[in-house]
């Protein structure tokens, strides 16, 4: 109930009174489980992605080729968000609010561990290549296509399945393979 009330209003907007109107209790019972805002705020992050998150470390550090392994995670990744579009709206949110001190719990205590994870992947998939540039830029190719739903249909050229998530998988896919040099089971060509 918290994830979508700091998704669409923010952290600073929305106040624990509304977050205990939500959930069906009173403020004071808050307090007793999160000392302040910022506590229950981590609590809901983590909450809305951990879950999601073991997943997708489990598909980067899985068995198989690295490049199959890096499909299924962007094919989780591209699922999860599509399938909760919340989830898009509190990372953009977070990036506007810009709060530093928000953004590194953020990254410390939710994000790190499955960046590492991808990070490790992508050394392994091309080792020449800065890694944690190309995860950032393969999570952004993802969260790009995403975040622009809202006014995808007006660019011109632009089609109903585009808005598909395995369709938009496939397409990345495809970037993905070119730019690693590998066939469709990840084989090196």
């Not at 590194?104 to 540039?133: G, N, S, Y």
């Not at 399945?161 to 040099?181: C, S, V």
């Amino acid at each position: 109930m918290s994830v979508p009330l700091f998704a669409r209003r923010g952290y600073e907007a929305v106040s624990m009174r509304e977050i205990a109107t939500a959930v069906g209790i009173q403020a004071p019972a808050l307090y007793y489980h999160f000392p302040d805002k910022q506590s229950l705020y981590m609590a809901v992050m983590d909450c809305a992605f951990q879950d999601r998150f073991r997943r997708h470390i489990a598909f980067l550090t899985g068995e198989g080729r690295a490049f199959l392994r890096l499909k299924r995670f962007v094919a989780a990744l591209i699922k999860d968000l599509t399938d909760d579009s919340d989830l898009v709206l509190l990372l953009q949110r977070e990036r506007i609010d810009g709060d530093e001190a928000r953004l590194k719990l953020l990254v410390d205590q939710v994000f790190a561990e499955p960046m590492l994870a991808l990070t490790a992947l992508i050394r392994e998939l091309a080792p020449d290549r800065d890694a944690t540039l190309v995860a950032m830029s393969v999570t952004g190719m993802v969260l790009h296509h995403l975040e622009s739903r809202p006014t995808a249909h007006l660019i011109p050229g632009w089609k109903p399945e585009h808005a598909n998530p395995d369709f938009l998988a496939n397409h990345l896919y495809g970037l993905l393979q070119a730019m690693f040099g590998v066939d469709d089971d990840g084989a090196p060509r």
